[in-house]
Nanobody, 119 residues
């Protein structure tokens, strides 16, 4: 099992930037990929970005392409989400998730961090 702790959320004006961090601990050696998801009030959880732990390949939701960047620091077992040009519609609770080799779904989740973008 992998434990995840997010940090870096907060309140920012539209057009601003934030960087979220997700620190992983536990059985991180078997991690295949990690991802960020978000959920706004009254909406379903949606995928934001994903990175393969070993090779670093990334994938983004269309809504954040060109504005958000996911990266990882293997030495620190930490994944980052750099969010630029933030919009009010980016307001949500952001959670990171991890999947180990052989798993079809993400089973390790952080507690979430609130991101609020004011207009």
């Amino acid at each position: 099992q992998v434990q995840l702790v997010e940090s870096g959320g907060g309140l920012v004006q539209a057009g601003g930037s934030l960087r979220l961090s997700c620190a992983a601990s536990g059985r991180t050696s078997s991690t295949y990929d990690m991802a960020w998801f978000r959920q706004a009030p009254g909406k379903e959880r949606e995928f934001v970005a994903r990175i393969i732990w070993g090779g670093g390949s990334t994938r983004y939701a269309d809504s954040v392409k060109g504005r958000f960047t996911i990266s990882r620091d293997n030495a620190k077992n930490t994944v980052y989400l750099q969010m630029n040009s933030l919009k009010p519609e980016d307001t949500a609770v952001y959670r990171c998730a991890a999947r180990t080799v052989g798993q079809n779904d993400f089973r390790s989740w952080g507690q979430g961090t609130q991101v609020t973008v004011s207009s």
